[in-house]
């Protein structure tokens, strides 16, 4: 069963280089307030996260009802890890399925950074997202890669097309000046799936970590 404390935030920003919209919806669990850790940490060194297998659930984020999505084990996230080598950090989400098999709906797969900035020593918060658009469309099919920054809401990387993943994971290199070149910051990652390209959030969360 999906976490129970997952919820969904109220701010939405819409993409508008690709034909059909990527929500970025403010989507992320509870931070606890006793001390105990929910998020992951990046600390200036490898950081890995895990999360159960066989734990995605299609779970509506709106009013009213919509065609469910069958649950692929795309949708599963086994856990995450992210590392810096030079000046790109390697964002890494591992899967139970093979993220190139898409054939149904846009699936969005996502990191949540939020860090300190060192210019204005407040909050900074950053979306990097790797959408995937089902094949069939010549003019939308494939990945696509962008960065988002939650506090000024605006694109720091419009979705720009990448190549294809490995068949276990959603990975990606991405330079450290995108989000701020921090040397600590705290995350959490999230699969998400949208039926059509009408405007707004995400209709289904399908599973998170930690």
């Given at each position: 069963?999906?976490?129970?404390?997952?919820?969904?935030?109220?701010?939405?920003?819409?993409?508008?280089?690709?034909?059909?919209?990527?929500?970025?919806?403010?989507?992320?669990?509870e931070i606890e307030i006793g001390g105990q850790q929910t998020?992951?940490?990046?600390?200036?060194?490898?950081?890995?996260?895990?999360?159960?297998?066989?734990?995605?659930?299609?779970?509506?984020?709106?009013?009213?009802?919509?065609?469910?999505?069958?649950?692929?084990?795309?949708?599963?996230?086994?856990?995450?890890?992210?590392?810096?080598?030079?000046?790109?950090?390697?964002?890494?989400?591992?899967?139970?399925?093979?993220?190139?098999?898409?054939?149904?709906?846009?699936?969005?797969y996502r990191w949540h950074i939020i860090t300190t900035s060192?210019?204005?020593?407040?909050?900074?918060?950053?979306?990097?997202?790797?959408?995937?658009?089902?094949?069939?469309?010549?003019?939308?099919?494939?990945?696509?890669?962008?960065?988002?920054?939650?506090?000024?809401?605006?694109?720091?990387?419009?979705?720009?097309?990448?190549?294809?993943?490995?068949?276990?994971?959603?990975?990606?290199?991405?330079?450290?000046?995108?989000?701020?070149?921090?040397?600590?910051?705290?995350?959490?990652?999230?699969?998400?799936?949208?039926l059509n390209g009408t405007l707004g959030q995400p209709d289904?969360?399908?599973?998170?970590?930690?």
């Amino acid at each position: 069963m999906l976490k129970a404390s997952y919820v969904l935030a109220a701010a939405v920003a819409v993409a508008t280089l690709v034909p059909i919209t990527l929500a970025l919806a403010r989507i992320g669990p509870e931070i606890e307030i006793g001390g105990q850790q929910t998020l992951g940490v990046y600390d200036n060194a490898e950081s890995r996260i895990e999360d159960a297998r066989g734990d995605a659930e299609a779970v509506y984020q709106q009013i009213g009802t919509e065609e469910i999505p069958e649950v692929k084990d795309y949708h599963d996230i086994l856990g995450a890890s992210v590392v810096k080598r030079d000046e790109a950090f390697f964002f890494t989400i591992d899967l139970a399925g093979n993220p190139n098999n898409n054939t149904d709906f846009e699936t969005l797969y996502r990191w949540h950074i939020i860090t300190t900035s060192p210019i204005t020593n407040r909050e900074q918060q950053y979306t990097i997202m790797f959408p995937n658009f089902a094949r069939g469309n010549s003019t939308t099919d494939g990945w696509y890669f962008a960065v988002y920054d939650e506090t000024v809401n605006t694109f720091i990387v419009r979705p720009t097309r990448i190549t294809e993943m490995p068949e276990d994971r959603v990975e990606f290199p991405v330079e450290d000046f995108y989000i701020g070149a921090p040397t600590r910051f705290i995350y959490w990652v999230d699969v998400s799936v949208r039926l059509n390209g009408t405007l707004g959030q995400p209709d289904y969360l399908m599973d998170y970590a930690p």
